[in-house]
């Protein structure tokens, strides 16, 4: 499978979707996302169950929102390519 040095999210070999970062500018976002949930998860849902699901829901909006922009396109692949 050949990767283009400009996308920060390569495709998953089998499935859709994008696999692991593969700079650090993709790992980035990664440890920003796992450290923005565990802020999260410390404050917020202490006081508010559905402000947290709202929480986790806008995060990983953004985050799929940074894959689809700096990831390979999306579409079905079945490990061959």
Known sequence: MQHDGNYWFPAKRYGWGWGPP?????WA???????LLAVGAATIQRHSHVGFVAYVVVL??????VCWWKGEPPRWRWGGD
């Open 22 to 26: 593969n700079c650090w500018q993709g």
């Open 29 to 35: 976002i990664v440890v920003g996302f796992v450290a």
């Open 60 to 65: 990983s909006v953004l985050l799929t929102g």
